[in-house]
């Protein structure tokens, strides 16, 4: 298996709140993704960084943001949580190729 | 625009038949496809993939079949065991190394 992690692996949060999600590799890999999933859409990515401090939007990045200091760290931020951005988020990694790992996923809920 | 569709959300096959999994698309510049399978409460593990230039890729008891004129792509299983229960995804690679997902579909294999 990839060596991915993500953290937490769930939360529990408020309106309004701030959220930041962290996924960690020890691969190396230059390609890290964000993805959501939520049911009837499968897995939508929301931002992907294609090297340290090298990051561009995907499909749904609206309410999102991320950072990556380090070649293993990923950040996800959500500036100020939604009720509609409750959902399983997923970090992906790749070295290039054409197949991306999945880490285990972080369940947020936002109430 | 969705422009890759898994038509079928759910799928039961008896154990020891055939499982076929089916994807369509419309954008003709991915290059390479793939099908990832998760079980509840994990990330998406990689199964198979196949080349745009190829139309057959063999993996034990997977097979993925591209048929590029009518934009189709499947995944045979067989035989079809208990533990190929879980939700697959098709995956399309295009431009800048991103995956675009099928909304999944759900294999039940009874015993």
């Given at each position: 298996d990839?060596?991915?992690?993500?953290?937490?692996?769930?939360?529990v949060?408020?309106?309004?709140t701030?959220v930041?999600?962290?996924?960690?590799?020890?691969?190396?890999?230059?390609?890290?993704?964000?993805?959501?999933?939520?049911?009837?859409?499968?897995?939508?990515?929301?931002?992907?960084s294609?090297?340290?401090?090298?990051?561009?939007?995907g499909?749904?990045?609206?309410?999102?943001?991320?950072?990556?200091?380090?070649?293993?760290?990923?950040?996800?931020?959500?500036?100020?949580?939604?009720?509609s951005?409750?959902?399983?988020?997923?970090?992906?990694?790749?070295?290039?190729?054409?197949?991306q790992?999945?880490?285990?996923?972080?369940r947020?809920?936002?109430? | 625009?969705?422009?890759?569709?898994?038509?079928?959300?759910?799928?039961?096959?008896?154990?020891?038949?055939?499982?076929?999994?089916?994807?369509?698309?419309?954008?003709?510049?991915?290059?390479?496809?793939?099908?990832?399978?998760?079980?509840?409460?994990?990330?998406?593990?990689f199964?198979?993939?196949?080349?745009?230039?190829?139309?057959?890729?063999?993996?034990?008891r997977?097979?993925?079949?591209?048929?590029?004129?009518?934009?189709?792509?499947?995944?045979?299983?067989?035989?079809?065991?208990?533990?190929?229960?879980a939700?697959?995804?098709?995956?399309?690679?295009?431009?800048?190394?991103?995956?675009?997902?099928?909304?999944?579909?759900?294999?039940?294999?009874?015993?």
């Open positions: 990839a060596g991915i992690t993500q953290s937490p692996r769930h939360k949060t408020e309106t309004g701030p930041t999600l962290r996924c960690h590799q020890t691969e190396n890999h230059r390609y890290m993704y964000w993805y959501r999933q939520d049911p009837g859409h499968g897995l939508r990515l929301i931002h992907y294609y090297g340290v401090k090298d990051t561009d939007k499909e749904v990045s609206d309410g999102y943001s991320v950072s990556r200091s380090k070649t293993e760290d990923f950040l996800l931020t959500l500036e100020s949580a939604t009720s951005q409750t959902s399983v988020y997923f970090c992906a990694i790749s070295d290039g190729t054409e197949t790992y999945f880490g285990p996923g972080t947020l809920l936002v109430l | 625009d969705q422009q890759v569709k898994q038509n079928s959300p759910s799928l039961s096959v008896q154990e020891g038949r055939i499982s076929i999994l089916n994807c369509d698309y419309t954008n003709s510049m991915f290059d390479y496809f793939l099908w990832y399978k998760k079980y509840p409460a994990e990330g998406p593990t199964l198979i993939s196949i080349s745009s230039i190829k139309d057959k890729n063999e993996d034990g997977f097979t993925v079949f591209l048929n590029k004129s009518a934009k189709h792509l499947s995944l045979h299983i067989v035989p079809s065991q208990p533990g190929d229960s939700v697959y995804f098709c995956a399309f690679r295009g431009a800048g190394n991103m995956l675009t997902f099928g909304g999944g579909t759900r294999l039940m294999v009874k015993p």
